[in-house]
């Protein structure tokens, strides 16, 4: 796999996980450690895509 294909996806995931996030924070029955670890993998994804972009 390319580094801009490579990119493409973990971009994609990271959108996935944003929608995924603010859907959960609407939910008023929703675990606030989901949502925590949610967060987690989003920011992972978003470092993982800085570091490759630089």
Do not use: C
Not at 25 to 38: I, N
């Amino acid at each position: 796999m390319s580094l801009s294909a490579h990119l493409t996806e973990l971009k994609k995931k990271h959108a996935t996980l944003s929608t995924q996030v603010e859907e959960a924070q609407r939910s008023p029955g929703m675990d606030d450690l989901h949502v925590a670890k949610l967060k987690k993998q989003k920011l992972r994804l978003k470092e993982e895509i800085e570091r490759l972009s630089t």
